[in-house]
T-cell receptor
Framework: EVQLVESGGGLVQPGGSLRLSCAAS????????MSWVRQAPGKGLEWVAN????????YYVDSVKGRFTISRDNAKNSLYLQMSSLRAEDTAVYYC??????????????????WGQGTLATVSS | QSVLTQAPSVSGAPGQRVTISCTGS?????????VHWYQHLPGTAPKLLIY???NRPSGVPDRFSGSKSGTSASLAITGLQAEDEADYYC???????????FGGGTKLTVL
C-alpha cells in the first residue's frame, strides 16, 4: 500500500525557515517524480514544486522560486521541502504527492496519483 | 485566483445527478491538455478520481465520470450518496506558466 507521511510543519515567524519532510513507503520511491502541493486556508490546491527521480530536475511555481528548495533522498525514501524567507501567504497545508507523469498527445505532464494527509505550516508573528 | 475556474459549491439530494464544471483557457484545457479530478475530504489525503478527462482509477465507482470539450471539463456524479460530500478539484497543465494548475475547488453538499 502506497503511503506518504508528511512532517515538519509548525509555526514560524515571517522571514523564517522551515523544513518539511515526506516519508514514502509501499512503492519504489526512486522510480517516481515527486511533488509538493499546498492549500492555503479557505483556498484551493496549488502546485508548489516537482523533482525528478534522480533529483537532476526541479521545477517551482513562480511565487516560491529562490525561496523554496525541493530535494529527495532515495536511500531514505524521503522527500523534502526547505522553505526560507517565509511570508504570511505561505501559510498552508503542504501535501506530498506521487507524480506518475501522465502522457497524452505527445506531451507529458503531472498527474498526482497518491497524496499524503498534509502538514500545516503557519507563518505568523 | 485559480487558473482553472470552478463554481464554489453544488448540492444535490441522495440518488440525484450533479455535475461540476471546470473552465480553463487556450493555454491549458483549450490547448489540448487533459484534465484530472480529485476528491478531497478536509483533513484527509486528496484522492485521484478521474484522470485523462474520463478514466477512472481502479476502485473508483462508475458513478463518477468525466468529460472535456473545448476549454472546459466536467465531472458528473450519479446516484449521489452521503459519502460523496467532499471538495472536488480539477487539474491540468498550463503551457504559458509551464506548471500544473488546479481549479479553486467545488464543495459538494448532499442534502
Amino acid at each position: 500500500e502506497v503511503q506518504l507521511v508528511e512532517s515538519g510543519g509548525g509555526l514560524v515567524q515571517p522571514g523564517g525557515s522551515l523544513r518539511l519532510s515526506c516519508a514514502a513507503s509501499g512503492f519504489t520511491f526512486s522510480s517516481n517524480w515527486m511533488s509538493w502541493v499546498r492549500q492555503a486556508p479557505g483556498k484551493g490546491l496549488e502546485w508548489v514544486a516537482n523533482i525528478k527521480q534522480d533529483g537532476s530536475e526541479k521545477y517551482y511555481v513562480d511565487s516560491v522560486k529562490g525561496r523554496f528548495t525541493i530535494s529527495r533522498d532515495n536511500a531514505k525514501n524521503s522527500l523534502y521541502l526547505q522553505m526560507s524567507s517565509l511570508r504570511a501567504e505561505d501559510t498552508a497545508v503542504y501535501y506530498c504527492a506521487r507524480n506518475i507523469g501522465y502522457c497524452s498527445g505527445g506531451r507529458c505532464y503531472a498527474l498526482f496519483d497518491y497524496w499524503g494527509q498534509g502538514t500545516l505550516a503557519t507563518v505568523s508573528s | 485566483q485559480s487558473v482553472l475556474t470552478q463554481a464554489p459549491s453544488v448540492s444535490g439530494a441522495p440518488g440525484q445527478r450533479v455535475t461540476i464544471s471546470c473552465t480553463g483557457s487556450s493555454s491549458n484545457i483549450g490547448a489540448g491538455y487533459d484534465v484530472h479530478w480529485y476528491q478531497h475530504l478536509p483533513g484527509t489525503a486528496p484522492k485521484l478520481l478521474i484522470y485523462g478527462n474520463n478514466n477512472r482509477p481502479s476502485g473508483v465507482p462508475d458513478r463518477f465520470s468525466g468529460s472535456k470539450s473545448g476549454t472546459s471539463a466536467s465531472l458528473a456524479i450519479t446516484g449521489l450518496q452521503a459519502e460523496d460530500e467532499a471538495d472536488y478539484y480539477c487539474q491540468s497543465h498550463d503551457r504559458s506558466l509551464s506548471a500544473s494548475v488546479f481549479g479553486g475547488g467545488t464543495k459538494l453538499t448532499v442534502l
